[in-house]
Nanobody, 124 residues
């Protein structure tokens, strides 16, 4: 089991940037794929980005491709989400999640460990 704690959320103007961090505990972190999801009020949780166990493979939702970058530092047990050119529609609670597999996946069913979430608000 992997325990996850997100940080880095906040309020930013449209066009601005934020970097989210997710600190993981547990020996399994380095062998698992990781992902970021988000949930806006009244909407279902949706996939944002994922990265495989080594960091060599990434995958993004079309809505964030070219603006967001996922990365990981296995030595620090941390995964990051760099968010640039933020838009008001990016406003949501962002969740970090650990997959049960090592390869890049966007299937929410593959993610079993979740953080508590961090709020990102983008003003227009």
């Amino acid at each position: 089991q992997v325990q996850l704690v997100e940080s880095g959320g906040g309020l930013v103007q449209a066009g601005g940037s934020l970097r989210l961090s997710c600190a993981a505990s547990g020996r399994a972190f380095n062998s698992k794929a990781m992902g970021w999801f988000r949930q806006a009020p009244g909407k279902e949780r949706e996939f944002v980005a994922a990265i495989n166990w080594s960091g060599g493979s990434t995958y993004y939702a079309d809505s964030v491709k070219g603006r967001f970058t996922i990365s990981r530092d296995n030595a620090k047990n941390t995964v990051y989400l760099q968010m640039n050119s933020l838009k008001p529609e990016d406003t949501a609670v962002y969740y970090c999640a650990a997959a049960t597999v090592s390869f890049t996946t966007y299937n929410i069913a593959d993610f079993r460990s979740w953080g508590q979430g961090t709020q990102v608000t983008v003003s227009s």
